[in-house]
């Protein structure tokens, strides 16, 4: 490596973290070690030369990310105030959306074998691989970066296939916890439920979380509220404990190595199975 380039590249925002710091540390569960340990925004959720690729410029994936995130973080900001957004600002959420996991750790980790999602895991990477050009040329790791530095660039340029689709129904629902707080993973974003009538759900502080509708369910929800896709709608809906829970269940289980838990306060490191550990960290 040489010294242009940035050895600590994170896969999860860093304005996104450090709305889930608690007397300054995070409560970070590894789950490779099973232990909790208190952690800051610069330390976790990272890889050391995470997007680094000898075709690529040095930092040219981590640097069009920092010019990205200057966006993001107020609209983020925004969202949480509860403002209006413009159709064009919904358009860079979306953009947000996709940028997100694209990004993430569970991109890389679900493209790399590391762990299936079902019995269908082979063929989702395969149909992903054809749709958006990237074929195999001998070594899988770089494959996947080039692919992860293509996919970014096409969302960015509004030129990505899945952006295009999410674009055409700019519907948002704000979920917001008002006791228990909201886990956030290395993976970034989360599906729940069927790909075609399901939801992309993606974390933002321990009391937002962002859902975005697909295809079908969002045009019905569109419908009934009499949007269209010209419009910005913003939904904002408070939810009950259970349901924090399940989508705390959902970023524990498909996180690949580790997440952040709000609800637990760490002091020191404290191994899962000892006295001082709760017995479910989740609150699943």
């Given at each position: 490596m040489?010294?242009?380039?940035?050895?600590?590249?994170h896969?999860?925002?860093?304005?996104?973290l450090?709305?889930?710091?608690?007397?300054?540390?995070?409560?970070?569960?590894?789950?490779?070690?099973?232990?909790?340990?208190?952690?800051?925004?610069?330390?976790?959720?990272?890889?050391?030369?995470?997007?680094?690729?000898?075709?690529?410029?040095?930092?040219?994936i981590?640097?069009?990310?920092?010019?990205?995130?200057?966006?993001?973080?107020?609209?983020?900001?925004?969202?949480?105030?509860k403002?209006?957004?413009?159709?064009?600002?919904?358009?860079?959420?979306?953009?947000?959306?996709?940028?997100?996991?694209?990004?993430?750790?569970?991109?890389?980790g679900f493209h790399?074998?590391?762990?299936?999602?079902?019995?269908g895991?082979?063929d989702?990477?395969?149909?992903w691989?054809?749709?958006n050009g990237?074929f195999?040329?001998?070594?899988?790791?770089e494959?996947?970066?080039r692919?992860?530095?293509?996919a970014?660039?096409?969302?960015?340029?509004?030129?990505?296939?899945?952006?295009?689709?999410?674009?055409?129904?700019?519907?948002?629902?704000?979920?917001?916890a008002?006791?228990?707080?909201?886990?956030?993973?290395?993976?970034?974003?989360?599906s729940?439920?069927e790909?075609?009538?399901?939801?992309a759900?993606?974390?933002?502080?321990?009391s937002?979380?962002?859902?975005?509708?697909k295809a079908?369910?969002?045009?019905?929800?569109m419908?009934?509220?009499g949007?269209?896709?010209?419009?910005?709608?913003?939904?904002?809906?408070?939810?009950?404990?259970d349901?924090?829970d399940?989508?705390?269940?959902?970023?524990?289980?498909?996180?690949?190595?580790?997440?952040?838990?709000?609800n637990?306060?760490?002091?020191?490191?404290i191994?899962?199975?000892?006295?001082?550990?709760?017995?479910?960290?989740?609150?699943a």
């Amino acid at each position: 490596m040489t010294n242009q380039q940035t050895k600590v590249q994170h896969y999860i925002p860093r304005f996104i973290l450090k709305k889930f710091l608690n007397s300054g540390s995070l409560n970070f569960f590894d789950k490779r070690y099973k232990k909790f340990l208190p952690k800051t925004p610069t330390g976790s959720m990272y890889g050391e030369y995470f997007y680094e690729h000898d075709d690529f410029n040095p930092n040219e994936i981590e640097d069009l990310l920092k010019t990205r995130e200057t966006i993001y973080a107020p609209l983020v900001d925004k969202i949480i105030s509860k403002g209006k957004l413009t159709l064009q600002e919904h358009e860079t959420l979306i953009e947000f959306r996709h940028v997100t996991y694209y990004r993430s750790n569970e991109f890389v980790g679900f493209h790399t074998y590391k762990k299936d999602r079902g019995g269908g895991g082979s063929d989702q990477r395969s149909d992903w691989r054809r749709i958006n050009g990237i074929f195999e040329l001998g070594n899988l790791e770089e494959d996947i970066k080039r692919s992860q530095l293509r996919a970014i660039q096409d969302v960015i340029n509004r030129k990505d296939a899945a952006y295009q689709m999410s674009a055409l129904t700019p519907i948002c629902i704000v979920y917001t916890a008002s006791d228990r707080k909201f886990a956030i993973g290395d993976n970034g974003s989360i599906s729940i439920g069927e790909e075609f009538d399901g939801v992309a759900v993606i974390v933002i502080s321990p009391s937002h979380a962002l859902i975005f509708p697909k295809a079908r369910t969002a045009l019905e929800l569109m419908g009934k509220v009499g949007a269209t896709n010209q419009v910005s709608t913003i939904e904002y809906r408070e939810i009950d404990n259970d349901f924090v829970d399940i989508i705390n269940r959902c970023v524990c289980e498909r996180a690949f190595e580790y997440y952040i838990d709000p609800n637990i306060n760490v002091s020191s490191s404290i191994e899962v199975g000892s006295k001082k550990s709760p017995e479910k960290p989740m609150g699943a």
